[in-house]
């Protein structure tokens, strides 16, 4: 219960999504040598600017056009936000403080991920217009990239500590057991939450806003909002498997040093959004089944080195 | 158990809230535009759905491909206990045959 | 529905006024203030450069201006986006494309005209292909200037939030 309302369920999640979206733009703004969002609320630093965003859209005429299919429409930026929020099931926030506690967390996690590609494509194709359809092949292609190295980079940490995520947190924490695991996590993740060097299906520059296109009011939200879902549960993911979780300490203390470490990896993946260019759809996908692909294959060997030794 | 169905209902319930607030609260205007679909500001025009672009299907190929023996490097080690030739021969397939993939294809990029 | 009006904050903090609002007008006049303190602090314009003075809403939302302090956030799409910054000169021929953008804008929405072109057509004024652009969509607040200071801009983001938010 307090899994699912506080630690990595509803309350630290929401919260996550208000502070990320004004932590993002108040880097980039940091960079480029401006305020960002500031009067919203002066003394706080525009904190509450995420929430009068959120007040603003959630309060606007809800269009659901009638050119395409209306109810499928409507419905699915839910599901996406839905599917991305799922993996948070299986993650524990501290020992034993996990919604469904499985010997096999780290697959369903994985599967998950996978899962939530074809929920955007979805999305995008039921809204059915240029820019959606364009998005929605990037979308897809995109995830040929990072997939597999996603997969085998967590495959390597699995070969060592194994498919129960409990057990991450003890013993040595996964970056000094295999650092190359962790550099192919932070690269692959960038690419699945589309964040900078791979914002591809979204370029707002090139293609409007790829699959969030023809989305306003809390629609918009809703399906703009999936992407730091995603975000969310990567960042825990990774802060588990790779930095060793709540690892030094247990207890409300654990959970402190969980969030903060989940928080240090959001904050590397904002700040791309700051200081990187936007690659070409096909410079990503050969990065993907170039560079990170043998880098994934090369961390497994790793692994495989760590256990026979 | 309890936790998780209860994360899930709370979840939706919140999503379903963000749908009744517009629905109830916001100013409504129906107008002919709204209605269609967006085209950066012009009227529709031409189709929408058009061939994919075709050359990068190799990759899609290979994403189809080599995703499941990832994933099955993944599942096999998990349910084998400690069974490392199986995960270790699967990537080694991957790698291998990007590989012999690579030195051919990329010789052309 | 609750009086909305702007020197309502003079009597008393926060927390009298909210109380006084959900007496007065219930759960309708929470979400009226919800929804005014949300759109006042959450002004999206969308890309619809028509002449010369969308080279200062660069400015605008450059480093030196940077609008994004009040809120403003340059939406790519009408979609998405509640104020439809008017760039100068509107020809008959792109008036169309305005009345069309500002159609497809989600309610509640505001418009800003920018510059003399806007206004009155400016240095093409009396010209056969303009048109004012009071004619073509309900103008909320003018800029004048040809063409406009970003700091002009600013000043007509405050007024919209000010005038016109607050009093829907
Ligand atoms: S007001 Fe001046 S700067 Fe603006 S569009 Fe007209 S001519 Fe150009």
Known sequence: MVAAVFFPGLITMGLYLILAVWAERKLAAKVQWRYGPLYVSEKLGGVLQTVADLLKLAFSELVVPSYTNRALFAALPAVVFFVEALPLLFIPGGPGLVMIPSGYGLLYVVAIILISTPAVVAMAWAEADKFTFIGLLRELLLEAAYEVPLVLSLLAMALVYGTDLSTYAQGLPGIAVNPVAFFVYLVATAMATSRFPFEIPDADAEIVLGPYTEYGSSLFLLAYGSNYVKLYAMALLGALVFLGGWAPLAGIAGIAVYILKASALTAFWLLLRAVYPRMRIDQALRLGWRELLFLSAAAVGVSALWRLW | ?109 | MTSADGDGRANGGVVSRLRRIIAEGGLRGLASLAARWGTKWSLWPPHLVTACCGVEVGHLFGPAYDAERYGALPMPAARHSNLLLIEGTITMKMAKFVKWVYEQMPEPKFVIAMGACAIKGGVFYGSYHMVPASNVVPVDTYVAGCPPTPEALLKAIEDVQRRRVESL
């Open chain 2, 1 to 109: 158990m309890v936790g998780a169905i209860a994360f899930l209902v709370l979840l939706a319930a919140g999503l379903a809230l963000l749908y009744a607030v517009p629905k109830l609260f916001a100013p409504r205007a129906k107008t002919k535009p709204k209605e269609l679909r967006f085209e950066a500001g012009n009227p529709p025009y031409g189709r929408l759905r058009r061939r994919m672009v075709i050359q990068y299907i190799r990759y899609v190929l290979a994403a189809a491909s080599f995703e499941a023996l990832a994933s099955l490097a993944l599942v096999a080690y998990s349910t084998a206990q400690q069974d490392l030739v199986t995960p270790l021969a699967l990537t080694a397939v991957v790698a291998g045959v990007m590989a012999a993939v690579g030195g051919d294809v990329w010789s052309h990029d």
